[in-house]
Each structure stands twice: as C-alpha cells, then as structure tokens.
T-cell receptor, first 109, second 114 residues
C-alpha cells in the first residue's frame, strides 16, 4: 500500500468555482503535511504546511483529519493561474517526505 | 535570498554511463534531500544529507550515491545508468526544525538515458 494516495484527476473547473482535493495517508505516525503546487516541467513549490487541524492562506484552505487519515485542499474562486498539479506530501518520522502522484487541475475560462 | 540551485538543467547520457548532478541549498539551509520524479509520478525520496553524512535513504539501489560538502552543497552520483533512470532529479533543502521541517525544491535536472 502506498504511503500517500491522491486522486490523479484531472479536475476541470470553470473560473470562480470552488474545488477540493483529498489526500489519504497510511501511517498514523505521520507528523506533518504539506501541499505543493507543480507547474508543467517545473519544480514543486510549497503552497501550504499543515501541522495541526488546518491552515488558511487567502483562497486556499488545507484541513487535516487525523482520525480518518486524510488532508484536503480547498481552492475558492478558482483563477486560470491555479491550473497546475497539486502534490500532497507527508513527513512520517525521521526525515523522509512521501509524496502522492499529484492531482491535475485545469481552470477553464 | 538565493534559492536552491541545481546544475546542469538538462543532461543526455547513454546506458552504462555515470552521471553527477549538483545542488546548492537555499541560504541558511544545511540539509539536502534528493528526489527522483518520473513522468506522471510524484517525487520519490532517494536520500538526505546532513552534516556531510547520509542521514536517511529511500528504496534506491547502491548505484545511487551522494556526497555533501562543508559548504552544504551536495552531489548525486548515478552509476551504470539504465533507461529507467530517465527522470527529473530534484534537490530539496531544509534545516532541521523537528516536525516543522519544510523542504524547498530546486529547478531540477532533467536526465535522459538513451
């Protein structure tokens, strides 16, 4: 079983829509959680860190549900520039980060 | 504030050859992690270096080795290249902060093995 699983999508949404992605993790000892954004042929860029129940930054909200072992990313009022692949990452113990395969988002005019 | 840098940006090699990739961490960071990202996949952890030693290793064969220098920069070496080694190789830097340790990625080196 993979440490981190994401729905690969693609998610195609109109501008202004609200879209949510889920990411499940298998190890209950996971300590910290991250969402990265990756544009085509570019490196992942940190979007948000989640250490407790959740985090909010403008139109982006990340929530952590330890009981069900998933984290979510909510994007409100989607912009064309939000089109990218969103990677979920989990740090268990030690220093290794596990990444999901990413969820592809396309925002349509 | 200089971010993470990697060189070269692109590389073409043939099977059986050896390759060395380089990474300089973000200013103020002393830990370097290396990842392999195949097309359509998420980054896969290769190993991490801290204080010039390999601190943790992922599920990669011994053909993958590395080094960290006193200035915190790092190299990733891959011997006896296979076609399946073609991927984007990402370096991420961080500084130990317990559970709050956050990794920042460089632009990557795109390796093609023919």
């Amino acid at each position: 079983r993979k440490e981190v699983e994401q729905d690969p999508g693609p998610f195609n949404v109109p501008e202004g829509a609200t879209v949510a992605f889920n990411c499940t993790y298998s190890n209950s000892a996971s300590q910290s959680f991250f969402w990265y954004r990756q544009d085509c042929r570019k490196e992942p860029k940190l979007l948000m860190s989640v250490y407790s129940s959740g985090n909010e930054d403008g139109r982006f909200t990340a929530q952590l549900n330890r009981a069900s072992q998933y984290i979510s990313l909510l994007i409100r009022d989607s912009k064309l520039s939000d089109s990218a692949t969103y990677l979920c990452a989990v740090r268990i113990t030690g220093n290794q980060f596990y990444f999901g395969t990413g969820t592809s988002l396309t925002v349509i005019p | 504030d200089a971010g993470v840098t990697q060189s070269p940006t692109h590389l073409i090699k043939t099977r059986g050859q050896q390759v060395t990739l380089r990474c300089s961490p973000k200013s103020g960071h002393d830990t370097v992690s290396w990842y392999q990202q195949a097309l359509g996949q998420g980054p896969q952890f290769i190993f991490q270096y801290y204080e010039e030693e390999e601190r943790q290793r992922g599920n990669f064969p011994d053909r993958f080795s590395g080094h960290q220098f006193p200035n915190y920069s790092s190299e990733l070496n891959v011997n006896a290249l296979l076609l399946g080694d073609s991927a984007l190789y990402l370096c991420a830097s961080s500084t130990p902060r317990g559970f709050q340790e956050t990794q920042y990625f460089g632009p990557g080196t795109r390796l093609l093995v023919l």
